[in-house]
């Protein structure tokens, strides 16, 4: 099986890439388009891992990377994420069930905020993936929260702005990425599941909570994430 882990930012990686080499498995990297791709062969599998840069367009190429030039069968998503609800606090962790882009925006035309045509306002993430991170949550005892997540090509810090992806698109966290990778596996076919530890709540005090906990949130969500490729069988 051949699976694809994508990170937006470097240090969303970084615990990733440490556990494999602290686990003294041989790490390839192949620079593509722009960006790193690490490979690492373990018995029958391949885990690919990358951080795309920041926002939905370099998610999205990343992702394309993953599935039609890696021929990964699985993608998931380990990063951090603005919580946008009372109980998703810095370190909590949640899978998106499904997903939206809030700055699309067409509705000049009449269609609802969110939508294009020929797509969907909500891109729903794999149900089979999501009952494994469940099962993961379970038997690691962390407690996973689920809900929409929303994706713009922005950083939100601006409580009338949180405030209006709760009520536009009922959202349960922001991020910039997973909403295009999404898109990117739903047009292939490729299963995928996202996972996001919560670094912030998108409210004014949103960029000093991101500095201070990007590195510890990013460890939540990789940490999870080995679980999970051990869980699809992934012998490490
Ligand atoms: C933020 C990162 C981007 O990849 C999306 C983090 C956490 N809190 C968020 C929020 N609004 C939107 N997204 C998020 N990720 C990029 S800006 C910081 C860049 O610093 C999720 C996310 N409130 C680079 C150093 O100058």
């Known amino acids: 099986m051949k699976i694809g882990i994508i990170g937006a930012m470097v240090e969303e990686i970084t615990p990733l ?3 494999f080499k602290n686990a003294h498995l041989n790490i390839q990297t192949q620079t593509i388009g722009g960006n790193v791709y690490h490979c690492i062969h373990i018995k029958q599998d391949s885990v690919y891992i990358a951080y795309s840069k920041i926002g939905k367009v370099h998610s ?36 998106a069930t499904k997903l939206c882009q809030h700055d699309v925006d067409i509705s000049a035309f009449g269609h ?7 797509s969907a306002v909500f891109i ?85 909570s991101f500095d201070e906990f990007l590195e510890s949130a990013s460890k939540v969500s990789a940490k999870f994430c080995i679980e999970f490729i051990k869980k699809l069988g992934v012998g490490i």
């Open 124 to 208: 729903e993430s794999d149900a089979e993936l999501n009952s494994i991170a469940r099962s993961v949550a379970g038997s690691i005892g962390k407690e996973l929260k689920e809900g929409v997540v929303a994706s713009g090509d922005q950083f939100i810090n601006d409580d009338s702005k949180k405030q209006w992806i709760i009520q536009t698109f009922g959202a349960c966290a922001v991020e910039m990425e997973g909403a295009s990778v999404a898109v990117v596996c739903a047009a292939f076919g490729v299963p995928f599941c996202i996972f996001r530890s919560i670094s912030d709540s998108a409210d004014t005090n949103a960029d000093i």
């Open 17 to 19: 890439l440490e556990f």
């Open 112 to 118: 609802p905020l969110g939508f294009i045509p020929e």
């Open 60 to 95: 999205a190429l990343v992702a394309t990377m993953m599935i039609s030039y890696f021929g990964c069968e699985k993608i998931l998503f380990s990063g951090v994420a603005g919580g946008l609800r009372k109980d998703l606090q810095v370190g909590d962790l949640l899978i």
